[in-house]
């Protein structure tokens, strides 16, 4: 799915990895870091394609930062079907969070598991 997505469309990319804005998003520049290797799960990418998609969210970030300027970021990935994974190429979400986006932020992922993030 992620393979068929034009160059053109491509926010920032390295050697390994390429971003894009996520098709659903979640918050305004909710953006997707992804292998160019087609790999089912993070934990199956090589160290350096983790270290690829770790250096580029860093630089969708930056761009973030200039473009929307939120107040936070969930920055994070799905693996599995039990973990929510729909897209079967791994790939790791940057979200902006900005101020009210919800009545409380606290737990931030930990709402992953409805019921479990306040503690």
């Known amino acids: 799915m992620f ?18 804005c996520d098709a659903h998003p979640v918050s305004p520049g909710h953006a997707l870091v992804i292998p160019k290797r087609v790999v089912a799960s993070w934990f199956d990418a090589t160290a350096d394609e ?36 729909t897209v079967f190429h791994a790939h790791v979400h940057i979200i902006p969070r900005f101020n009210g ?10 709402h992953a598991v409805i019921g479990r ?3």
């Open 101 to 110: 986006d919800v009545a409380s932020p606290a737990g931030g992922v930990r």
């Open 50 to 85: 983790v270290a690829a998609m770790t250096e580029l969210v860093a630089v969708v970030k930056h761009q973030l930062d200039e473009s929307h300027s939120p107040a936070g970021y969930n920055v994070g990935f799905n693996d599995g079907e039990a973990a929510g994974q």
């Open 117 to 119: 993030g306040y503690y």
């Open 3 to 20: 393979k068929q997505i034009p160059r053109e469309e491509w926010i920032a990319d390295n050697a390994l990895v390429f971003a894009i």
